[in-house]
């Protein structure tokens, strides 16, 4: 019989990791994987979430991206070891291979898989009439001249004028942030009112929420993208992350243009 295994970036341990990238880039290969192993039912072995990573606590971050998270539908344990060194049958996928292709018709399956992580215990209702907006900052940098690109933060005036201006067609809509900057770096939205610094320690149940809101206005981060793949909403994209080739297309978006 072959098996699927999910293999994360960083130094693989088996039963946890040190360093590696973000929870939206480990979910490219474990969903891609999830929607094989459905495909050609086969078993999944259980990928490594957890992880040890120190940038986290050095810039003082709420989400500290350990990932403590076990796939309970999966092979765990000594089998999950003894399988990785001894079995030549296992299908590995890795990194961000075709992106979100292959996974496009599974949304409510995979969503499903997703919320099986972890508890997840929150009221999507709180947020289907909201905007929720998600600002990545932290280990981004600043752009030079407007120019943007991977791992490169967005202008939070942009954020500012993208909510003011649905505001002015939606009114009194009240604002969800979730982001990895403090409130004084979020200083400028939160004095807009009705706006709230909802980020919690979970990030899945951070991008449950994002997909749930009327509006999600997204950074140029892998975690904005699967807020929106999971969506039914309206997404919001600065439009020099929109058209630039790494831009996942066919999520449910639309372009933000200030009206003349």
Partial sequence: MKYVYPKFDGIDLYFFRLGGCGLGNLLYPFFRALVYAKKENLEIISPTFPSIKIGPYLRMESQKRNY???????????????????????????????GFNSLYGYEDFLKEKFKSLTRVDFDEKKYQNSICCHIRLGDFKKSINEEFGNNTRLPIKWYKDVIKQIRKEDKDLKVFLFSDG???????????????????????????????????????????????????????????VFNTDEFPQNLRYYLFKKKS
């Fill in 68 to 98: 403590k998270y076990t796939f309970k539908e999966s092979i765990n344990g000594i089998r999950k070891l003894w399988l990785i060194i001894f079995s030549n049958k296992i299908v590995i996928f890795k990194s961000f291979g075709d």
């Fill in 182 to 240: 403090n409130d004084n770096e979020l200083k400028e939205l939160l004095e807009l009112g009705n706006i709230k610094n909802e980020t919690s320690s979970n990030p899945v149940e951070d991008i449950l929420k994002l997909s749930s809101s009327k509006y999600l206005i997204g950074s140029y981060s892998s975690f904005s993208f699967w807020g929106a793949f999971f969506s039914k909403g309206s997404c919001i994209w600065h439009e020099k």
